[in-house]
């Protein structure tokens, strides 16, 4: 009887343990995957810093142009 109870006693500690450890995994897999989505959003937000740049510098020449023409 004693030794039963015990059993239980072990079986439910492991338990717990093991579903400590898989979610301590499933955390580690989410992590990687939002420092995954943060790299890609870096990357394009830096695609399109240079991209505004290059319509910028494009808007200044068209400007620039406008106003010879108008003198």
């Known amino acids: 009887m004693a030794a039963d109870l015990q059993?239980?006693?072990l079986a439910i500690i492991v338990?717990?343990?093991a579903a400590i450890v898989y979610s301590l995994r499933v955390l580690v897999i989410i992590d990687r995957r939002i420092a995954n989505?943060?790299?890609?959003?870096?990357?394009m937000t830096k695609k399109i810093a240079s991209e505004e740049v290059k319509i910028e510098r494009a808007e200044r020449k068209i400007q620039r142009t406008l106003r010879r023409r108008k003198r």
């Open 37 to 43: 989505m943060d790299r890609n959003i870096l990357l």
């Open 7 to 9: 059993l239980i006693i």
């Open 15 to 17: 338990g717990t343990l």
